[in-house]
Nanobody
Framework: VQLQASGGGSVQAGGSLRLSCAAS????????MGWYRQAPGNQRELVAT???????KYGDSVKGRFTISRDNAEKTIYLQMNSLKPEDTAVYYC???????????????????WGEGTQVTVSS
């Protein structure tokens, strides 16, 4: 399973960015995909996750500003980030959990896959 993230960059406070993450490989389905971020000196934290059924979860610091969406057919997720703040500066990592490799063998799955990360920098 490979996760390819794109869309990071630099923006001024109040601006917007859109991240994308596409999963590839021997994948039948993915239960949960999401974004986490890590700033220098900080632990990795939840940004947002979305299940294949459309259930979303957001970290408290991004609620109301970020929106996660998902295209199940394309195995791709998106993160629309609006009203960006300098404290949003971090490396953003794409995550996939409960990846099923087969449509006929429910025991064939893997967990906790990570992409390489994409830098988001917000200047004041």
């Amino acid at each position: 399973v490979q996760l390819q993230a794109s869309g990071g960059g630099s923006v001024q406070a109040g601006g917007s960015l859109r991240l994308s993450c596409a999963a590839s490989g021997r994948i039948f389905s993915i239960v949960t995909m999401g974004w986490y971020r890590q700033a220098p000196g900080n632990q990795r934290e939840l940004v947002a996750t979305v299940t294949s059924g459309g259930v979303v979860k957001y970290g408290d610091s991004v609620k109301g500003r970020f929106t996660i969406s998902r295209d199940n057919a394309e195995k791709t997720i998106y993160l629309q980030m609006n009203s960006l703040k300098p404290e949003d500066t971090a490396v953003y990592y794409c995550n996939a959990d409960m990846v099923y490799f087969s449509d006929y063998d429910p025991s064939s799955y893997g967990m906790h896959y990570w992409g390489e990360g994409t830098q988001v920098t917000v200047s004041s």
